[in-house]
């Protein structure tokens, strides 16, 4: 393991932390997308299907499981703990508009027409648009909190390391994954208008707010 992949699941796992934290501490889940929480756990669970036949590492296990766990803790907090507290008015982006062109895309391009590979890839490109309706909830109420917001930058700055682990696999292993680079570019590069609000405003104090 690279020291940009180690970097990039510890924001992801800061990204989780933050966010479980926020809507425990605050006993409230206002300003977060319930959508976007539901295709993350949809990511995972289709992504590690094979956590009990495929061994890797303890660490790659662990962080499985913490994950799978952590995604469906925030949707029971979200849908159930909280209910009341959530923002259904606001979170209204059209999920079926990223569902269906992803199973599509990952039955036409895939390294192997195999259920595991198909269901693998197919997670690979449901991440990278996952934060839609987030970044489209923030949109439509012109704002973010601020504990919100980093849970946002540490998401996004785990898919940015991400590039940079493949960028040194690839001159050290001469190793590269195309499908997993291009979605982790395209679910960069949604992330750049938030990075730039978030130094801009956020780390100078003040609160995230979308220009009128």
């Known amino acids: 393991m690279n020291v940009f992949r180690l970097a990039g699941d510890i ?3 800061l990204a989780i932390i933050v966010l479980l934290l926020k809507i ?7 300003g977060i997308s ?7 756990a949809v990511t995972y669970t289709t992504r590690y299907l094979d956590l009990f036949t495929n061994y890797i590492s303890m660490y790659n296990s662990s962080m499985k499981i913490i994950f799978l766990a952590a995604s469906y803790a925030t ?15 606001h979170d209204t982006f059209r999920v079926e508009f990223l569902l269906l062109p992803t199973v599509v ?3 036409l391009i895939n390294h192997d027409f195999s259920p595991l590979e198909i269901l693998w890839t197919f997670s690979i490109y449901l991440e990278s648009v996952a934060i839609l309706p987030q970044l489209f909830m923030v949109s439509k109420t012109g704002e973010a909190e601020s504990i919100t917001s980093h849970y946002l930058f540490a998401l996004g700055s ?3 390391l ?3 682990n493949w960028v040194y696999r690839y001159y050290a292993e001469g190793f590269y994954d195309l499908i997993a680079i291009v979605a982790g570019v395209v679910q960069t590069v949604l992330y750049c208008d938030f990075f730039y609000l978030y130094v801009t405003k956020v780390l100078q104090g003040k ?3 979308l220009p009128a």
């Open 34 to 40: 319930g959508k976007s929480q539901l295709m993350f």
């Open 105 to 107: 895309l990952s039955l």
């Open 158 to 160: 785990y898919r940015a």
């Open 75 to 89: 949707l029971y907090l979200i849908y159930l703990r909280f209910k009341a507290t959530y923002d259904h008015n």
């Open 24 to 30: 425990w501490t605050s006993r409230s889940c206002a």
């Open 162 to 164: 991400y590039i940079l």
């Open 207 to 209: 609160k995230l707010q």
């Open 11 to 13: 924001s992801h796992l």
